[in-house]
């Protein structure tokens, strides 16, 4: 049993909606050519034209798709075992360019995706395709610009791969927790090989009212995973200087072995420190180090102590 079928399809105010409620779509437009198979176990479909206007979302990504045209090719597959999409094209013009594949699991799950080609163009690409995600992890209504291109893969749920470039990004949040401009560069990690050097780099970054001054940080990763600074780096502050001295992150590791850092600080003008958190002025200088912080869950833990130096 089963039928092949080959034709054009215009489709308007369309919707869909999984057993999970982890994918689904509403108030869509699409026109193109497909063909549908369903003689194997499988189930199998191509689809090669253009969606515009509407929702998706898919697994924890919802986007607001534009108004005009973007295109959209695929190759899928759905069976017991869930569905597969083994190549994927979509460019929606002014925002965002992806090739890759993904795979949902039988609960319509989003379990692993490699996306070989990604190119945002912000701020369209976050507005339509990243803030409702970034809300949901605490950063929304953020003022972004420039431009990230790259790859990125994820595989049984955990981060396997990415590559990523960017061009003169900018990124602001109205409650004045993060204020960056003039990043440019790359970071390149994978979770099971060692990649080249990279090089990232800001303009300027204030994080919680501390306003650091331009700086670069050189990166290497193994082959065991885990994306280490090569060199320390002292970033200005406040008429003084924060010293990393050591980071390593492991993205694919279990929470507890994630992120591991040492810092120090020195020179800093109390007075400046004083009067940007509104606190009694003070005169002289401050520093300190911390030789081991690391990240335990939701935790910050200061393996080493605290020194400071007043």
């Given at each position: 049993p089963g039928a092949r079928i080959s034709g054009r399809i215009g489709l308007s105010d369309g919707a869909f909606d999984s057993r999970s409620g982890t994918l689904a779509?509403?108030?869509?437009?699409?026109?193109?050519?497909?063909?549908?198979d369903t003689t194997a176990p499988d189930a199998r479909m191509d689809f090669d034209g253009a969606l515009s206007g509407g929702q998706l979302l898919l697994g924890s990504l919802y986007a607001q798709l534009p108004k005009h045209s973007a295109t959209l090719q695929f190759s899928a597959s759905a069976g017991a075992r869930g569905i597969s999409i083994a190549a994927l094209h979509y460019d929606d013009g002014d925002a965002l360019d992806v090739d890759g594949k993904l795979d949902s699991d039988a609960q319509q799950d989003l379990t692993a995706f490699d996306f070989t080609r990604l190119d945002a163009r912000l701020p369209d690409a976050y507005t339509r395709y990243g803030s409702a995600w970034l809300a949901t992890l605490g950063w929304k209504d953020l003022a972004t610009a420039g431009r990230l291109?790259?790859?990125?893969?994820?595989?049984?749920?955990r981060p396997a791969h990415f590559a990523l470039?960017?061009?003169?990004?900018?990124?602001?949040?109205?409650?004045?927790?993060?204020?960056?401009?003039?990043?440019?560069?790359?970071?390149?990690?994978?979770?099971?090989?060692?990649?080249?050097?990279?090089?990232?780099?800001?303009?300027?970054?204030?994080?919680?009212?501390?306003?650091f001054g331009a700086a670069q940080l050189h990166f290497s990763n193994d082959a065991a995973g885990a994306l280490a600074l090569t060199a320390p780096a002292q970033i200005?502050?406040?008429?003084?200087?924060?010293?990393?001295?050591?980071?390593?992150?492991?993205?694919?590791?279990?929470?507890?072995?994630?992120?591991?850092?040492?810092?120090?600080?020195?020179?800093?003008?109390?007075?400046?420190?004083?009067?940007?958190?509104?606190?009694?002025?003070?005169?002289?200088?401050?520093?300190g180090a911390v030789p081991a912080l690391r990240y335990n869950g939701d935790d910050i833990l200061l393996d080493g102590g605290l020194s400071v130096h007043v």
């Open positions: 779509g509403q108030q869509l437009a699409a026109r193109g050519t497909f063909h549908l291109s790259g790859s990125i893969g994820m595989a049984h749920g470039h960017a061009r003169d990004v900018a990124v602001g949040d109205g409650a004045g927790r993060i204020a960056l401009s003039g990043l440019n560069g790359a970071l390149d990690w994978n979770a099971q090989s060692a990649r080249p050097a990279t090089t990232l780099g800001w303009n300027s970054l204030a994080l919680f009212g501390l306003p200005p502050l406040l008429g003084g200087a924060f010293s990393l001295q050591q980071l390593t992150w492991r993205p694919a590791a279990d929470r507890q072995d994630r992120l591991n850092a040492s810092f120090a600080v020195s020179d800093i003008d109390v007075a400046a420190l004083c009067k940007r958190f509104g606190w009694p002025a003070f005169g002289g200088t401050l520093g």
